[in-house]
């Protein structure tokens, strides 16, 4: 039986955050309105400017940088790539990719071999990049052959998720409008891939043009510009500070109808608010539940709410005592608050995570997510794992983010309930990244969100004992073994049995301490339209416009 949650303690902390969070967003929310009321050029901006807030500019403008939030934002509006989702109107209006139909981007045509081992395309040939020059199979190849070179991005997906061994057997130029990639073995995701805005191409002529001996790939100069097919290009990149994206008026689909985007970075989201309730910005991104709840009573803003694809979680080292032992890490599942949490924090616009795979993708189940709120069955396993007295142990969050603050004071009083005593931990963002990439810290907060709409991509990204970002060294060899057999089987039907079983797996294994889906949303004045949601979170300024 599930067990309500009777601890004073708690509901305490609970109700003290909602009133300490209202009282700092007013008061912060009144000194941003004193610092940023508008100048006439931010007041008045045409109908063809985007001024937008966000709490951090791009980390680097190259593709092969590691993806943060914000660099997959200017990814999506910068960089082209070769196919695209389709998109369609939802029920709510908004404009989301279609999974079930793949379109042309930089590709007019493709063919993928009925064997699923190759797949060849076939490029338009009304393409220009913002600097002029015509797309060919040159930009396609030299795109193809610094990625595989600088063996980052590009080179995880061709090596990990197409198992491409050799970058000449692959890679093929068959005319000046034609390439081809030939893989080793059958991939289901050989086509889809290449929606992925991480897979870029390159306006190599450019980039050529401003290699030097020392930096053949131009990555200094393409940390700070831009070279590439999109609707936008970055006219100036100041980092800390602002990002001014302008229109490749010669853009394939058309003109863009916003001209230019300011953005700027605004890292206190009351000091985002203050900004757009005084018009001096149009769209404000990742402001708090509590935020956008306020903000959607009031005139002249609208706020634009989808689940999308993120999981929020907390890793725990899987290696490291005492979740090294699955009854520990089932426990702490069994401990947390969900139901008061969605309400206390969130606001009711999060659902909760029961699958580590997203819940809007192909072969989701959360029918074996059994994770309630049960301190008596923690308190059981703990037992059994040799804790009955509980344990002492820690958890981190990043200096700055409030949803992951209040979380963590909520879940150390949860916790405690079965004897656990958790110190929470603080730290700046980069301090955090490197104390759980060494394994150095028990605990620790993790939002993240597979932007491949397939089951099998997304356990090989977070559960193959082989990825990169397996932080949390979880580790079955059923699992590797079915998620290798899905990453090359074109079978959908087992597929998606095996990918139903992993799901089992690790929610009997419980690698994680399963949180939330907080969803995305995006604050704007009444007059900015064309709202619409892709897989990495990030806004398409081309489809938006002003009326």
């Known amino acids: 039986m599930t067990e309500e949650i009777e601890s004073p303690e708690l509901t305490k902390r609970l109700k003290h955050l909602n009133r300490r969070a209202a009282l700092k967003l007013a008061a912060v929310g009144a000194l941003a309105l004193s610092i940023l009321q508008p100048s006439d050029a931010w007041a008045q901006t045409p109908n063809e400017t985007l001024i937008v807030a966000g709490p951090r500019t791009p980390e680097s403008l190259d593709q092969e940088y590691p993806p943060t939030e914000a660099v997959h ?16 109107e939802g029920d709510d209006g908004v404009l989301y990719e279609d999974f079930d139909t793949i379109g042309g981007s930089l590709a007019e045509s493709w063919e993928v071999s009925d064997d699923f081992t190759s797949i060849t395309f076939t490029l338009r040939d009304d393409v220009v990049s913002s600097w ?11 795109s193809f052959e610094r ?32 390439v081809s990639v030939t ?14 805005s991480d897979l870029g191409i390159l306006d190599a002529d450019k980039m050529q043009e401003i290699a030097t001996e020392d930096d053949p790939w131009g990555q200094r100069w393409l940390a700070t510009n831009s070279a590439s ?22 853009y394939f689909r058309g003109a ?14 009351a000091n985002r608010v203050a900004a757009l309730q005084a018009g001096a910005v149009d769209v404000a991104e990742y402001l708090s539940p509590r935020e956008l709840s306020l903000l959607g009573n009031m005139p002249g803003v609208r706020v634009e709410q989808v689940f999308g694809n993120y999981i929020h979680r907390v890793e725990m080292q899987n290696e490291m005592p005492p979740f090294d032992d699955p009854k520990v890490r089932q426990a702490m599942n069994y401990l947390v608050p969900r139901d008061e949490i969605a309400e206390a924090v969130y606001f009711g616009t999060a659902r909760a995570t029961k699958s580590p795979v997203s819940e809007i993708y192909p072969a989701f189940t959360d029918e074996y997510f059994e994770y309630e709120n049960n301190v008596e069955k923690a ?9 009955p007295d509980g344990f002492e142990t820690e958890l981190g969050y990043r200096t700055g983010d409030q949803i992951e603050e209040e979380l963590a004071v909520i879940l150390q009083t949860a916790f405690a309930r079965a004897g656990v005593t958790v110190q929470l931990s603080k730290l700046p963002a980069s301090t955090l990244v490197e104390r759980y990439t060494q394994g150095e810290i028990a605990m620790y907060f993790f939002r993240d969100m597979a932007i491949v709409p397939d089951a099998a991509y997304v356990a090989n990204l977070w559960l193959n004992s082989n990825s990169l970002i397996d932080y949390s060294n979880f580790h079955s060899d059923e699992v590797n073994e079915l998620i290798n057999n899905a990453l090359s089987s074109t079978d959908e039907e087992t597929r998606v049995a095996d990918m139903m079983r992993v799901q089992q797996i690790t929610m009997e294994e419980a690698p994680w301490v399963f949180l939330f889906n907080p969803g995305y949303q995006l604050a704007m004045r009444e007059n900015v339209q064309g709202y619409s949601w892709y897989t990495p979170n990030g806004n398409a300024w081309f489809d938006f416009h002003k009326e």
Do not use: C
Not at 162 to 178: G, M, N, P, S, V
Not at 183 to 196: A, V
């Open 379 to 387: 308190k059981e396993l703990l037992a059994e794992a040799g804790y």
């Open 183 to 196: 893989i080793p073995n059958p991939s289901p995701l050989l086509e889809k891939l290449w929606t992925n």
């Open 229 to 250: 097919f999109g609707p936008y290009s970055v006219s100036k990149y100041t980092p800390g500070q602002e990002v001014i994206y302008e229109a490749n008026e010669d």
């Open 132 to 142: 002029g020059n015509p797309l060919d199979a040159d930009d396609v190849m030299w």
């Open 147 to 178: 990625g595989w070179n600088l063996k980052s991005n590009f080179h995880w997906y061709m090596t990990q998720v197409l198992k491409i061994e050799d970058f000449d057997t692959a890679f093929t130029k068959i005319d000046d409008q034609t």
């Open 256 to 269: 863009p109808a916003i001209k230019r985007v300011i953005f700027r970075e605004m890292p206190t989201s």
């Open 73 to 88: 934002e200017m990814r999506r509006n910068v960089y082209e790539r070769l196919l695209a989702y389709e998109m369609a």
